[in-house]
Structure formats: structure tokens, C-alpha cells
Nanobody, 126 residues
Framework: QVQLVESGGGLVQPGGSLTLSCAVT????????MGWYRQTPGNQRELVAS???????NYSRSVRGRFTISRDNAKNTIWLQMSSLKSEDTAIYYC????????????????????WGQGTQVTVSS
């Protein structure tokens, strides 16, 4: 079974930094785009940053210039380096990955599957 293991969440003061990590484990054949989403109570989940297998990043306007997303394809792992954190960044952060499970593998012509982590809380407060 494919699972996304997240870590790095916690409490940090405004202006501080925090780094989140997410590793894809289990019977995965291939992984393409991965990314981070966040959600606050009463709001819809929104994209924070994503990165293609080739390393091309995409950021939401609210975090551009402050956050950096990176990945290691050999380890099927991504990181989100967060700096100059604001109270508005407080949310539950979810890792996402698009890929093909091992059970399908070569010859599969359908769409990729979406996988989600369980979420990690990030709280920015004094």
C-alpha cells in the first residue's frame, strides 16, 4: 500500500522558519508531480506549492519568495522550507503525490492516482 509520511510541523514564532518533509512509501511504480496543500477550519484546501518530477516549482502568491519546495526523486521525498512565517500561515499542511501503483506499472494507460498524507499542524504564534 502506498503511504505518504509527513513530518516537521510544530509551533513557531512570527518571522521564524520551519521545514516540512514528505516521503512516499510502499508499492509505488512511479511518482510524478508532488506538492503541499494547506487547510484552516471552515476553509477549502488550497495549493501552497507543487513541483514536477523534473524540478519545476509552482507557488501560490501568498508564499512566493518565502517558501521553497524541493525534491529527491531517488528517495521519493519532498521538502517545504518555510521562512519569514506569518500568523496567516497557520494551518494543517497536507502532502500530495501523483503516481502509478506497482500493481499497474508498465503498460498502464489510464490516469495517475492521487495520494495524500494525513496532515501536519503548523502554528505561527507569539
Amino acid at each position: 500500500q502506498v503511504q505518504l509520511v509527513e513530518s516537521g510541523g510544530g509551533l513557531v514564532q512570527p518571522g521564524g522558519s520551519l521545514t516540512l518533509s514528505c516521503a512516499v512509501t510502499g508499492s509505488i511504480f512511479s511518482v510524478s508531480t508532488m506538492g503541499w496543500y494547506r487547510q484552516t477550519p471552515g476553509n477549502q484546501r488550497e495549493l501552497v506549492a507543487s513541483i514536477t518530477r523534473g524540478g519545476s516549482p509552482n507557488y501560490s502568491r501568498s508564499v512566493r519568495g518565502r517558501f521553497t519546495i524541493s525534491r529527491d526523486n531517488a528517495k521519493n521525498t519532498i521538502w517545504l522550507q518555510m521562512s519569514s512565517l506569518k500568523s496567516e500561515d497557520t494551518a494543517i499542511y497536507y502532502c500530495n503525490a501523483e503516481g502509478v501503483p506497482e500493481s499497474l506499472g508498465l503498460g498502464y494507460e489510464g490516469p495517475e492516482y492521487d495520494y495524500w498524507g494525513q496532515g501536519t499542524q503548523v502554528t505561527v504564534s507569539s
